[in-house]
Antibody, heavy 125, light 107 residues
């Protein structure tokens, strides 16, 4: 049974960098796979942040254009984790952050089929 | 970027009613359309992928349809446990986008 768990600081100061880790169990991220980050501001809808994977034997990433200049994702195969870094945060980045597995069929990314429980990150001084 | 317009934003129906939500894409998304259910305080859950494929373990009262740019999501017999917000999302190309969500309540 594949499970994902987000971890990281619940409070980040404005202008600093938000760093989150998603720990994966029940599946190896070093296999051909893809993973994503999605966030949800309080009382609002879902916003895609980006995907990272290694479907083609090289690490590949796709980021939301609105966040691209501030986002970095990476894989840590030794720990079976992947991470999100979001720099220069403001109050608008306050949200629940979810990590998710991407369902892949015939090398095509299709859906977020397994989600972590989410972690609330507040940006405030 | 592909915009996903979901309607209605909220609805209230009785137990046993049929409920339909629509999702309009700003361009053809080749049926790469997913539906998620999010119950209060929980993470989203995938219900349907590729417009009409029911995810494993999802009750058959849930269904999806449509093609091209216009898609529908139907609950054929609304149950109290279906109270949730439902989101459509395309996976046709990057960047990915979600619809604004439909909050479903039971009268």
């Amino acid at each position: 049974q594949v499970q994902l768990q987000e971890s990281g600081p619940g409070l980040v100061k404005p202008s600093e960098t938000l760093s989150l880790i998603c720990s994966v169990s029940g599946s190896s991220i070093s296999s051909r796979s893809c993973w994503g980050w999605i966030r949800q501001p309080p009382g609002k809808g879902l916003e895609w942040i980006g995907n990272i994977g290694n479907l083609f034997d090289t690490e590949h990433t796709h980021y939301s254009p609105s966040l691209k200049s501030r986002v970095t994702m990476s894989l840590d195969t030794s720990k079976n984790q992947f991470s999100l870094r979001l720099s220069s945060v403001t109050a608008a980045d306050t949200a629940v952050y979810y990590c998710a597995r991407v369902y892949v069929q015939m090398d095509r990314q299709e859906a977020f089929d397994i989600w972590g429980h989410g972690t609330m990150v507040t940006v405030s001084s | 970027d592909i915009q996903m317009t979901q309607s209605p934003s909220s609805l209230s129906a009785s137990v046993g009613d049929t409920v339909t939500i629509t999702c309009q894409a700003s361009q053809d998304i080749n049926n790469y359309l997913n539906w998620y259910q999010q119950k209060p305080g929980n993470a989203p859950k995938l219900l349907i992928n590729d417009a009409s494929n029911l995810a494993t373990g999802v009750p058959s009262r849930f269904s999806g349809g449509g093609s091209g740019t216009h898609f529908t999501f139907t609950i054929s017999s609304l149950q109290p446990e279906d109270v949730a917000t439902y989101y459509c999302q395309h996976f046709d190309s990057f960047p990915l986008t979600f619809g604004g969500g439909t909050k479903v309540e039971v009268k």
